[in-house]
């Protein structure tokens, strides 16, 4: 059963840091690996999507990078600012022929002013 | 830019009740989904359908749950009589593309938030 973790929970930077966040998967066999923003009290946004075959996707001061077979993903904030403050969630979608994602917990991200 | 929506934004019922939760998916996505999060808990995955039918369904998803394409437009979760631990947020999402096109990121709505009393 495909699990997802991400580490750590919580975070608190200062404005301006460069900074990662961590996501693990003990499934390898995966279709694409998706990752989400989600402010208090409200929906997902999707912020990467990395197809099993890429090895990162780029989108603005955000960068995603994939190692499949190690079973990681990593999420690269540059130059952080407080509106960067929020959940973010990792999904992976398993190989197979299943259409749902598998979330982790998410990492809570402060960026302090 | 175009965006999934739902409706209500937040649904507060009586245990046993039954409940319609409405979302409205992106007009030219074909898989439509239904995710919950009890409160600090991951999102966890329900329901997919696709062309009028469910695809897959989680174990969460018995015979309490039921899904409905009604319209062209509008994609429904029902709980036929609601527990306690329905209480959640409801979210749906959809996607693009044909099974196993490279167009699936799955894209949320801001979610449906439910209190079971």
């Known amino acids: 059963k495909q699990e997802v973790t991400q580490i750590p929970a919580a975070l608190s930077v200062p404005e301006g840091e460069n900074l990662v966040l961590n996501c693990s998967f003990t499934?390898?066999?995966?279709?694409?690996l998706q990752w989400f923003r989600q402010d208090p009290g409200k929906g997902l946004t999707s912020l990467l999507l990395?197809?099993?075959?890429?090895r990162e996707q780029t989108s603005g001061r955000l960068n995603a990078s994939l190692d499949k077979s190690s079973g990681r993903s990593t999420l690269y904030i540059a130059a952080s600012q407080p509106g960067d403050s929020a959940t973010y969630l990792c999904?992976?979608?398993?190989?197979?022929?299943?259409?749902?994602?598998?979330f982790g917990k998410g990492t809570k991200l402060t960026v302090n002013p | 830019e175009p965006e999934v929506t739902q409706t209500p934004s937040h649904q507060v019922t009586q245990m046993g009740q039954e409940v319609i939760l409405r979302c409205v998916p992106i007009?030219?996505?074909?898989?439509f989904y239904w995710y919950r999060q009890i409160l600090g808990q991951k999102v966890e995955f329900l329901v997919s359908?696709?062309?009028?039918?469910?695809?897959?369904k989680s174990e969460i998803f018995d015979d309490q749950f039921s899904v409905e394409r009604p319209d062209g437009s509008n994609f429904t979760l029902k709980i036929r009589s609601t527990k306690l631990e329905d209480s959640a947020m409801y979210f749906c999402?959809?996607?693009?593309?044909?099974?196993?096109?490279?167009?699936?990121?799955?894209?949320f709505g801001p979610g449906t938030r439910l209190l079971v009393l």
């Open positions: 359908f696709y062309n009028n039918e469910i695809s897959e």
């Open positions: 990395i197809q099993s075959s890429q």
């Open positions: 999402a959809s996607s693009e593309g044909l099974a196993g096109g490279p167009r699936k990121t799955q894209y």
């Open positions: 999904a992976v979608r398993p190989q197979g022929g299943s259409e749902k994602l598998v």
């Open positions: 007009s030219n996505h074909l898989y």
């Open positions: 499934d390898s066999a995966i279709y694409n």
